[in-house]
């Protein structure tokens, strides 16, 4: 009776990981393999010990239903599966919140002087310092001034939604809605586009890359990631990492202080055999004082450029620097051509002008926008939805 109860009664222990489950049957006499739905995926472990034998294993694939019996000592496991992640697009609109409460004090300080009664000389100095303050720079406040200034002339109104709707107008020119901001991510032929991404430590360029690599991942493309920062202690290790939670495979040497360049020929090498879409190479960003550091940027760029071609060069710079990531915008410029440029942390205490700043110091666009520390707080740089978030439209 007891081996009746025990063969009737059996214990169903499910063991897997994020939807890939594997399902282990165990009764007195024997443990079995069953194979879950067909859209679940099945991965075998190796026997105890077999790895120190240097015994090959294989990964079994079974068909719906099947079972398999296994010995008391074997292993079985599931290989984590990565969420896959949301479209690049639309991610600005749906993070607009975050971005409207450190930009919102910014854009009443404005419709609050320019609905004012009274708009004299000094109320139009102090349109200008706010402006100035939200590190727009001196010449493109000064040019949104004037415009402003000529708008309520001619249209002489004090109500608030008509004031709103010329700030409105007046910020769009000067953000630029005409600028290219798409990324070029497009194979060629049997190459894959390659990313450079370049700035100075503490920017949040290692995170980019990674989060880079999973927005591109939603939009459907296969993506390969290459750690060439070889000099920063551990960041070869925080781009492995960042890699491992978005799914992207990391090219990278196991020797500290490897050649850059040499990292980067071989993560480009190695996306060409795998027939991948896009390769992201992460760069060293130390001071960008050291001439060493900005030789080693460029050669970098001419190494992989004889095999395949560097599509993008995004500069990732913290908006919360201002002008100080103003300098350093002018020195990257000068060694390697910026394509685009990446404003992280523009949800915390960052002011809107700097993306103005940015683009009219580079003659480049903002491309994509940090607005978080979440896997998804990536977004690509939407003119209209910036604009509103700061006047509150």
Avoid at 9 to 18: C, E, F, K, N, P
Avoid at 63 to 76: E, F, H, N, R
Avoid at 90 to 106: D, E, N, T, Y
Wanted: glycine share 10%; proline share 5%; hydrophobic share 45%.
């Amino acid at each position: 009776m007891e081996d009746l109860i025990i063969a009737i009664v059996a214990a169903v222990v499910v063991v897997g990981g994020g939807g890939g489950a594997t399902y282990l049957v165990r009764s007195r006499h024997q443990r079995t393999l069953q194979a879950p739905p067909p859209d679940r995926a099945v991965q075998a472990g190796p026997p105890a010990g077999a790895a120190a034998a240097g015994t090959a294993t294989a990964t079994p694939t079974l068909a719906p239903g099947a079972t398999v019996s296994l010995p008391p000592d074997v292993a079985v496991t599931a290989k984590p599966e990565i969420e896959k992640p949301p479209p690049s697009a639309g991610r600005m609109v749906r993070l607009r919140s975050r971005l409207a409460r450190s930009q919102s004090a910014f854009g009443g300080v404005l419709l609050n002087l320019l609905s004012s009664d009274r708009l004299d000389d000094d109320a139009w100095d102090e349109i200008e310092e706010t402006l100035i303050t939200a590190d727009m720079g001196v010449a493109p406040a000064r040019a949104l001034v004037e415009d402003l200034r000529t708008d309520v002339k001619v249209e002489g109104t004090r109500d608030p939604a008509e004031v709103r709707s010329m700030l409105r107008r007046e910020l769009m020119n000067q953000v630029g809605v005409d600028m290219d901001r798409s990324l070029h991510t497009a194979r060629h032929g049997d190459r894959p586009a390659v990313v450079l991404v370049v700035g100075v430590n503490g920017t949040g360029k290692t995170t980019t890359c990674a989060k880079l690599a999973r927005a591109l991942m939603g939009d459907g493309e296969t993506v390969l990631l290459g750690a060439a920062d070889t000099f920063r202690a551990a960041a070869v290790e925080q781009l492995q990492t960042w890699g491992d939670r978005v799914g992207a495979e990391v090219v990278r040497s196991d020797r500290e202080g490897a050649d850059p360049a040499s990292v980067a020929f071989d993560a480009v090498n190695q996306g060409i055999e795998r027939g991948v879409d896009v390769v992201i190479v992460d760069t060293a960003g130390r001071l960008h004082t050291k001439t060493g550091l900005m030789d080693e940027l460029g050669k970098i760029k001419r190494v992989i450029s004889r095999h395949a071609t560097v599509d993008e060069v995004l500069l990732v710079l913290d908006a919360t620097t201002g002008q100080n990531g103003l300098r350093q915008a002018r020195v990257f410029a000068e060694v390697v051509d910026v394509t685009g440029v990446v404003l992280t942390k523009l949800d915390g205490t960052a002011k809107g002008g700097i993306v103005i700043a940015v683009q009219r110091e580079l003659g480049v666009p903002v491309k994509l926008v940090g607005l978080g520390e979440g896997l998804d707080d990536l977004a690509p740089f939407e003119p209209a939805a910036f604009v509103d978030a700061i006047v509150g439209g």
